[in-house]
T-cell receptor, first 114, second 114 residues
Framework: EAQVTQNPRYLITVTGKKLTVTCSQN?????MSWYRQDPGLGLRQIYY???????DKGDVPEGYKVSRKEKRNFPLILESPSPNQTSLYFC?????????????FGQGTRLTVV | AQTVTQSQPEMSVQEAETVTLSCTYD???????LFWYKQPPSRQMILVIR??????QNATENRFSVNFQKAAKSFSLKISDSQLGDAAMYFC???????????FGTGTRLQVFP
């Protein structure tokens, strides 16, 4: 089954404690992205990757890191989480854009930073 | 910069009736794609319908159809014969051609009453 898998689905952590949210896709997609969803703001892109070892900033990259060492995995790293990073996070993947190819989303990770 | 505006934070409809959700966007690009995503309480992002900007014909998927007015930069979603399972948050999204990045509106919460 084609899918994007995020873990964990729920996470409560304390300010400053490093954490990683994992994302894996099984569709051999080149493109992967991270979004955060906040009430009244919709989803905003944090980082994206066009292929292995190629990553770039989205609209709200401050406080986040990513890496793309393998095509299937695209972890999101918060080195020193702060309460303003409390949000719902989505990983998404798509094949080479063109003809409006669909983005597939993971199940979401609800992160709370206290 | 491209923007997407959903001016209706909430809408409601009676079961079996028709409802239209509004979306406008701003872009100077000619090659782009528009999408409607559904987000039920499970938080999963589900693609409802897509529209290629170069196509004049409005997209249709079963009970879901769009009214794409390119000159007016309007992309509304019509849901016919509404069902209880249609209750969800609906996001309009824009993607410039040959890029991965989706730009989302702020969402419209749809309630369906029996």
């Amino acid at each position: 089954e084609a899918q994007v898998t995020q873990n964990p689905r729920y996470l409560i952590t304390v300010t400053g404690k490093k954490l990683t949210v994992t994302c894996s896709q099984n569709m051999n997609h080149e493109y992967m992205s991270w979004y955060r969803q906040d009430p009244g703001l919709g989803l905003r892109q944090i980082y994206y990757s066009m292929n292995v070892e190629v990553t770039d900033k989205g609209d709200v990259p401050e406080g986040y890191k990513v890496s793309r060492k393998e095509k299937r995995n695209f972890p999101l790293i918060l080195e020193s989480p702060s309460p303003n990073q409390t949000s719902l996070y989505f990983c998404a993947s798509s094949s080479l854009p063109g003809a409006g190819t669909e983005a597939f989303f993971g199940q979401g990770t609800r992160l709370t930073v206290v | 910069a491209q923007t997407v505006t959903q001016s209706q934070p909430e809408m409601s409809v009676q079961e079996a009736e028709t409802v239209t959700l509004s979306c406008t966007y701003d872009t100077s690009e000619s090659d782009y794609y528009l999408f409607w995503y559904k987000q039920p309480p499970s938080r999963q992002m589900i693609l409802v319908i897509r529209q290629e900007a170069y196509k004049q014909q409005n997209a249709t998927e079963n009970r879901f159809s769009v009214n794409f007015q390119k000159a007016a930069k309007s992309f509304s979603l019509k849901i016919s014969d509404s069902q209880l399972g249609d209750a969800a948050m609906y996001f309009c999204a824009y993607r410039r051609g040959y890029t991965d990045k989706l730009i989302f509106g702020t969402g419209t919460r749809l309630q369906v009453f029996p």
